[in-house]
């Protein structure tokens, strides 16, 4: 770990303590689902979207000892069907990183822990670069995609599930519905082709609502982000509710978030990502 990462971590873990009791207070105590974003796991970037391999395997090892862990879709279901008697937890990779076979994948296999894998296709094809944000890959190793045939092995296994990410991750908020329509178009022609699969969940790139519309009428459901869990009667289909595991999180923050306690520090680190835009 850099010196550097470490610094910014350590200011990242006194701004979580310094909101934990208003967070706290807005606890949500009620059953629902929570969905978990994922990007690399032990790529050594030094960076909050790269978990250590250590770190996501107690996470994980937590998740099954303590939590009740259900196929994303599955979960989405039973957010409409009778009150829950607890909370569920999803857990969801973004983009498609190599990392996710040679690193995660042993790990959610050996404690038969199911998740979905939300695929940039134009990162899987080579046609575009990996939908991370400038600089993120001076550091530890390239972001390289997934291979077809690695998805192809886990998505057989029963485990994991596959859905769309756009094809260029292209954020659909600054989009012309035309480009909108294009980018999921393209998408589900690559996962048809490729993957064999007809994807009905679908996440928004960086997290960002835009073009609903367009969104709603291709996929059954669609996870956005800013928020803690998803929770029946207030469910918005085309903008569900994720979040984010940061490498800052560790074990404490890890657990404060499956609390029901709202990590209020998204929003302002959401802020800060958007005005650098």
């Known amino acids: 770990m850099s010196v550097r990462f470490a610094a910014v971590s350590a200011a990242k873990k006194a701004v979580k303590l310094a909101l934990l009791a208003p967070a706290t207070a807005r606890r949500t105590s009620e059953p629902g689902l929570y969905v978990l ?3 690399r796991v032990g790529a050594g970037q030094g960076q909050e979207m790269d978990l250590p391999l250590g ?4 996470q994980m090892e937590w998740l099954s000892q303590n939590a009740e862990v259900v196929p994303l879709a599955d979960g ?3 957010l409409s069907g009778d009150p829950l008697q607890r909370d569920l937890v999803a857990i969801t990779f973004d983009d498609g990183y190599g ?3 040679t690193r995660a994948w042993p790990v959610l296999r050996d404690l038969v822990l199911p998740a979905t894998v939300f695929l940039a296709t134009g ?3 080579g046609e575009s670069a ?3 944000r400038p600089g993120a890959g001076d550091r530890g190793e390239p972001a390289a995609a997934l291979g077809w045939d690695q998805v192809g ?3 057989a296994s029963g485990l994991i599930a596959v859905g769309s990410h756009t094809h260029t991750h292209r954020s659909l908020d600054s989009l012309s ?4 329509e294009e980018e999921c178009e393209r998408s589900n022609q690559v996962l048809r082709s490729r993957a064999g699969v007809e994807p009905d969940t679908f996440a928004y790139p960086r997290a960002v609502v835009g073009n609903e519309d367009v969104v709603a009428r291709r996929y059954r459901w669609a996870v956005a982000g800013d928020g803690t869990k998803n929770v029946p009667g207030r469910v918005e289909p085309h903008r569900l509710l994720r979040t984010p595991v940061r490498a800052s999180d560790g074990m404490f923050f890890f657990r404060r978030r499956l609390d029901g306690i709202a990590p209020l520090e998204d929003r302002l680190y959401d802020r800060l990502r958007r005005s650098s835009r």
């Open 123 to 125: 990162f899987m094809e």
């Open 37 to 39: 974003i994922y990007h």
């Open 99 to 101: 990392d996710v076979f």
């Open 55 to 58: 770190t996501f395997r107690q």
């Open 177 to 180: 519905p035309a480009e909108a």
């Open 153 to 155: 092995e886990m998505a």
């Open 130 to 132: 990996a939908p991370i």
């Open 76 to 78: 989405l279901d039973r």
